[in-house]
């Protein structure tokens, strides 16, 4: 993560990002936003592949090997779901990375933004979630709002003030949704309008084919022990 100059400002704005910063649409530089809490199970989970596969691979029984699968299916499990999503927003667009597909939105797509359950995206066709940036649980929430000033707290708190948690600075869909408004509020104050745009959809299908195929042969391996 860079952070100097104008980019220490992106930085203190959301704790996962690449390239960049809130100025850095004036380059139309892409920013890349991603859940550290999610990459974080990717970590642990691939900390746990390893201790297997090295525990199986000094095992006196080589019938044992076989399970190696599992090792193998848990870590491209890991990646695929919790590593890989994530969120790109440039000057023309964002893209949404998921464990299954890619969803690239123009900004004359963009009918709005919400955060209830992830970052989601709102379109005249339909509404594409991010799992790269899910809405906080009830402890991130807690911990979200601890980590605001007491002022902020109590304005917040107003008769005339409704936040939802997933909106909250420090969290994933909260900061993520900060940087996507960013980027459509500068489109739409250069003269970008709303209008008939394609959303282009892109699955992943070796990405897929793969991690079935390893799953199938970790149950299997599972099933046949001796």
Do not use: K
Not at 19 to 38: K, L
Not at 176 to 187: I, P, Q, R
């Amino acid at each position: 993560m860079r952070e100097d100059g104008d980019e220490r400002e992106l930085a203190c704005l959301f704790r996962g990002c690449q390239h960049g910063g809130m100025s850095a649409r004036a380059g139309n530089e892409p920013v890349i936003v991603w859940s550290r809490f999610n990459r974080g199970i990717a970590v642990a989970a691939w900390v746990f592949s390893a201790v297997i596969a090295v525990s199986l691979l000094i095992t006196p029984d080589l019938r044992y090997l076989t399970v190696l699968a599992v090792p193998v299916a848990l870590s491209l499990l890991a990646w695929t779901i919790y590593w890989r999503p994530r969120v790109i927003v440039d000057g023309t667009g964002v893209e949404l990375v998921n464990a299954t597909r890619s969803v690239r939105i123009p900004w004359q797509a963009v009918t709005g933004v919400s955060t209830r359950f992830a970052l989601t995206i709102r379109t005249e066709t339909g509404r594409y979630p991010a799992t790269g940036a899910p809405a906080p649980g009830a402890y991130g929430t807690y911990a979200a709002n601890r980590e605001l000033s007491r002022d902020v707290r109590d304005r917040a708190a107003g008769a005339d003030s409704y936040r939802q948690s997933g909106e909250l600075d420090g969290t994933d869909s909260g900061e993520a949704s900060a940087v996507v408004l960013h980027y459509w509020d500068a489109w739409s104050n250069d003269g970008g309008r709303v209008g008939t745009a394609p959303v282009a959809i892109t699955w992943h299908v070796l990405a897929i084919g793969v991690t079935i195929a390893a799953t199938t042969l970790a149950v299997l391996a599972l099933l046949t022990l001796p």
